[in-house]
C-alpha cells in the first residue's frame, strides 16, 4: 500500500498552470474566419456579374473550399479559445457558433451563390468578433 501511495505521489505533476486558451494569447482570432468570408462573398458577387461557365464553374469551387475555411476558423474558436466562463457569461455564444457554422456550410454559403447568405456569414462572425474581443480586454 505505501508503495502505490508513493507512486501516486511521484506521478502528480509539480506544478499545475492554467489558461483561458490553450495556447498564449495572440494565437487565436475571428479575423481569419472573417478573411475567408470576406472572400466568399466577394465570389459570389463576382459570380452573380459573370456568365462564362468555366469561370462559375472554377468560382463555386473555390467559394466552397472558403466557405470550409470559415467553418474550420470558427471552431478551432469554438472549441479551443472559448472556455466555460466564456459560455457563462455570454450564454448565447453556443447559439451563435452553431448558427455561423451553418452560415457557411451547404445550407448557407457553401451551398449557395447569394451574396446575401455571405453577408450573413459576415454579420454572424462580427458578433462573434464583438464577443472575443470583450473577452480579450478581460484577459
Known amino acids: 500500500m505505501r508503495l502505490l501511495s ?12 492554467t489558461a483561458h486558451c490553450d ?8 479575423a481569419q474566419a472573417r478573411i ?3 472572400s466568399v462573398k466577394a465570389i459570389q458577387e463576382k459570380y ?6 468555366e469561370f462559375r464553374e472554377r468560382a463555386v469551387l473555390i467559394k ?8 474550420h476558423h470558427l471552431w478551432v474558436l469554438w472549441t479551443d479559445y472559448f472556455k466555460p466562463p466564456h459560455f457563462e457569461k455570454y450564454p448565447e455564444l453556443h447559439d451563435l457558433f ?6 457557411a456550410g451547404a445550407s448557407g454559403t457553401k451551398g449557395s451563390m447569394d451574396p446575401a447568405k455571405g453577408q450573413e456569414l459576415l454579420d454572424l462572425i462580427a458578433q462573434i468578433d464583438k464577443i472575443f474581443w ?4 478581460a484577459a
Open 48 to 53: 452573380q456579374a459573370n456568365e462564362d461557365p
Open 134 to 137: 470583450e473577452t480579450k480586454q
Open 98 to 103: 452553431n448558427r455561423a457554422t451553418k452560415a
Open 64 to 71: 466552397e473550399q472558403r466557405s470550409d475555411l470559415v467553418k
Open 6 to 17: 508513493r507512486i501516486r505521489e511521484l506521478r502528480r505533476p509539480l506544478l499545475e498552470a
Open 36 to 38: 475567408e468570408a470576406e
Open 23 to 30: 495556447l498564449p494569447c495572440g494565437v487565436y482570432d475571428p
